[in-house]
Nanobody, 125 residues
């Protein structure tokens, strides 16, 4: 099992930027896709972005394409999400997660077995 700890959340005005980080320990995740999900109050958890084990393939939800960039550093067991041009609708708790099986790249929560506790992102208008 991997332990995942997010950081970098905060409060910004619309149009601002934040960079989220996720530190992994425990299970080796270099062969696994890792991703970011978010959950706003009263809403279901939704996929934001994922990156495959090599870092060469990525996925994004449509509403964050061209604004968010996912990356990873396998040597340091770290995952990142650079978020630019933030909008109030991006407000949510952001969680990082690691897939259950190696060499995938999924966008469904059921594919991910290890989760962090989340970091709050609040975007004011």
């Amino acid at each position: 099992q991997a332990q995942l700890v997010e950081s970098g959340g905060g409060r910004v005005q619309a149009g601002g930027s934040l960079r989220l980080s996720c530190a992994a320990s425990g299970r080796e995740i270099s062969r696994y896709a890792v991703g970011w999900f978010r959950q706003a109050p009263g809403k279901e958890r939704e996929f934001v972005s994922a990156i495959d084990w090599s870092g060469r393939r990525t996925k994004y939800r449509d509403s964050v394409k061209s604004r968010f960039t996912i990356s990873r550093d396998n040597a340091k067991n770290m995952l990142f999400l650079q978020m630019n041009s933030l909008k109030p609708e991006d407000t949510a708790v952001y969680l990082c997660a690691a897939e259950r099986t190696p060499y995938g790249l999924g966008d469904r929560t059921a594919l991910y077995g290890d989760w962090g506790q989340g970091t709050q992102v609040t975007v004011s208008s």
